[in-house]
């Protein structure tokens, strides 16, 4: 089994900055792939960005060149670097991995962009 618990998430203008974060227990992190999906009121969950147990990232279209996910494995811990925020990022990122065939999901942070 997979706990995954995101903080971080709040309040922050228009061109502002946010880091959030998702601890992961109860699995061995550091082979795990790790994913960020966010979801606004009325509309779909979306996958914003992924990191492989190597590294590797990929993004959405609608967050290259500002969001960037990176991992700690010391200290079980992937995070996601949000940079020139802009209200329509606002919404509930979650974190998403996958252990076992299994998906799991952590409860979301809010993050809203506004002034």
């Known amino acids: 089994q997979v706990q995954l618990v995101e903080s971080g998430g709040g309040l922050v203008q228009p061109g502002g900055s946010l880091r959030i974060s998702c601890a992961a227990s109860?699995?061995?992190?550091?082979?795990?792939?790790m994913g960020w999906y966010r979801q606004a009121p009325g509309k779909q969950r979306e996958l914003v960005a992924r990191?492989?147990?190597?590294?590797?990232?990929n993004y959405a279209d609608s967050v290259k060149g500002r969001f960037t996910v990176s991992r700690d494995n010391a200290k079980n811990t992937v995070y996601l670097q949000m940079n020139s925020l802009k209200p329509e990022d606002t919404a509930v990122y979650y974190c998403?991995?996958?252990?076992?065939?299994?998906?799991?999901w952590g409860q979301g942070t809010q993050v809203t962009v506004s002034s």
């Open positions: 990191i492989t147990s190597g590294g590797s990232t």
């Open positions: 109860g699995s061995i992190f550091s082979i795990l792939a």
């Open positions: 998403n991995t996958v252990e076992g065939y299994r998906d799991y």
